[in-house]
């Protein structure tokens, strides 16, 4: 499974929102300096793909300022090469899993 693309609203420093598109062909790397949202980034991944084990984490990634939504989406592409959308809202921690067929997605 490989990341295509990553992105988050309203979690952590990223209030405001944020999408990352990886290269399919490429290693990809995220760099930065220090505070910059490096690991941020990294939680939103897992917390969209795994959910938060408790409501501390949830809680401690939400922004205090205001923000439209408090969600995270993840495509990445598999083995087979297909491709597939996971999405979470953090906020009541509810999942979509959306496969591609063809030129649809189906959840």
């Known amino acids: ?7 988050i609203n309203g979690f952590g420093s990223f209030n405001r929102g944020i999408e990352i598109n990886f290269s399919d062909d490429q290693l990809s790397l995220v760099i930065g300096r220090n505070e910059a949202g490096k690991s941020t980034i990294m939680s939103a991944v897992f917390g969209i793909l795994f959910g938060f084990k408790d409501n501390t984490l949830k809680d401690k990634f939400e922004p205090w300022e205001r923000h439209d939504a408090y969600s995270g989406e993840v495509q990445v592409t598999t083995e087979d090469g297909g491709s597939v959308i996971i999405r979470r809202d953090f906020k009541d921690n509810s999942a979509e899993i959306l496969e591609q067929t063809g030129e649809t997605w189906n959840s």
């Open 1 to 7: 499974m490989r990341i295509e693309r990553l992105k």
